[in-house]
């Protein structure tokens, strides 16, 4: 680890201390996700804090007579004199054996581009368990602030339906909108914390698009995969029902990049929301894989993304949440990080749309939820929230199916005609 490294508290290391609690050393435990969003560094902190002992390997830069140590596990006595800790893809086959062996515990950690490219013709073993990690959430934000209380106190009056009042609920959308411009990336917040200048953060998150833009030629070297991702700002703003996949890349078609979209979702570096077909409690059932929309994974990535091409000053979006302009035309800002916040608490991402009946247009539903044995639709309103029209539609065609109504926008809590309003930093309650 370098010695710059900032320690964040994460959610996942509760998770890891369930998993050596619970499987005592039956299985390996494998951190899943993008790039540079700390699953290393996890890792480590976990090894120093829990075990008397650890080796940490990095198979990029490992020296041969390292790697080589595993073209044959057959003496795992003359391993053990050397490791204690195995973590790369590369060594998932070795794993296996090893696990069995039941001496040590293991903790693997790669992007999951990483893991595909490398583990294609490896047959993965069943001592393994996988776990999700994606950038940081804003309760672990506020946490790297060292505001420990916040989030609790959010909790209490989500669950109590109690508006916190305008004065509390300004300073809640003004520190929310600092995340929204930080996002959660470990570098990114360690760069805020350290000079507090969003010039230079933006130039981390510039440097780890970049990185990603690197993991999409891995993952298609046509770069269909790297076009599709620098256009989600643009696709987002045309406010359409779905992607337009022929805008991003000319002549192409969804059915011919839908493998390589679904590869994005399914390995964190993008939030792809499907079109639910039919919306009903299995959504997944009714999904069109030809049918989405593509969010970017971290909503400082985002705001990056939006201006990569330009200087960090002609980036209005920072200027206008800062000064919480943010104009109705870049409402898709918002929309974007709730998509990251329903991701990061567990739910795929799903919408709806219903043909107006002049056909001409459409209402939309922004994201669905399975809610118990129902659904439950959320409207995103940047702005003029007292229409909700799609919601309103959505709601009377499919009546018998609908849990509970919400409308995520930027005002204060409050529920009114049987439709519960949510500012957009209690997303995570959802």
């Known amino acids: 680890m370098e010695k710059d490294t900032i320690l964040f508290k994460r959610k996942m290391y509760d998770r890891l201390l369930k998993w050596k609690r619970e499987r005592n050393g039956e299985s390996a435990i494998l951190i899943q996700g993008a790039r540079r ?21 990095d198979f990029a830069i490992a020296p041969a007579e390292v790697q080589e140590l595993f073209n044959d596990i057959s003496d795992l006595n003359y391993i053990f004199l050397r490791l204690q800790l195995i973590y790369r893809v590369q060594l998932i086959q070795a794993i296996k054996h090893l696990v069995k062996d039941r001496r040590y515990d293991y903790i693997e950690t790669g992007s999951l ?3 595909h490219k490398s583990s294609q013709d490896i047959l993965l073993p069943s001592e393994e368990t996988r776990i999700d990690m994606f950038p940081m959430d804003y309760e672990e934000f506020r946490w790297a602030l060292g505001d420990t209380a916040t989030i609790p106190l959010l909790r209490t009056a989500f669950d109590k339906r109690i508006p916190l009042g305008d004065a509390v609920h300004r300073r809640m959308m003004r520190d929310f909108r600092l995340y929204m411009l930080v996002g959660g990336m470990p570098k990114a917040v360690a760069e ?25 030629w891995k993952l298609d070297n046509t770069g269909r995969a790297t076009a599709l991702y620098d256009a989600i700002p643009a696709q987002l703003s045309k406010n359409a029902s779905r992607y337009q996949i022929a805008s991003a890349i000319p002549g192409e078609r969804a059915e011919r990049v839908a493998g390589i979209v679904k590869m994005m979702n399914n390995f964190m570096s993008a939030n792809v929301a499907y079109h639910s077909n039919d919306p009903n409690v299995g959504l997944a059932l009714t999904m069109d894989n030809e049918r989405f929309k593509i969010y970017a994974s971290d909503i400082g990535m985002f705001v990056t993304l939006a201006f990569k091409d330009k200087d960090f000053t002609d980036n209005i979006i920072y200027e206008k949440l800062l000064n919480d302009k943010l104009s109705a035309n870049l409402g898709y800002v918002y929309e974007n990080v709730i998509a990251q916040m329903l991701r990061s608490a567990g739910k795929q991402l799903f919408y709806h749309t219903i ?14 939820i ?13 702005s003029g929230y007292k229409s909700h029209t799609s919601l309103d539609v959505f709601c009377d065609k499919f009546s ?10 930027t005002k204060d809590l409050k529920r009114e005609q049987g439709i519960d309003y949510i500012p957009v930093y209690m997303t995570m309650f959802l």
């Open 355 to 368: 043909p107006t009946p002049d056909g001409k247009k459409y209402y939309e539903i922004d994201f669905l």
């Open 400 to 409: 018998d199916r609908v849990q509970n109504k919400y409308v995520i926008y």
């Open 113 to 115: 581009i990483t893991v």
């Open 37 to 57: 969003i700390g699953k290393s560094t996890l890792a480590e902190e976990f090894a120093r804090n829990e075990y008397e002992s650890y080796i940490l390997i």
């Open 370 to 382: 399975s809610d118990e044995h129902k659904i439950s639709p959320i409207e995103v309103k940047s």
């Open 192 to 216: 805020y914390i350290k000079t507090n200048n969003l010039g230079a953060v933006d130039l981390v998150k510039r440097d780890i698009v970049s990185l990603y833009e690197e993991d999409f």
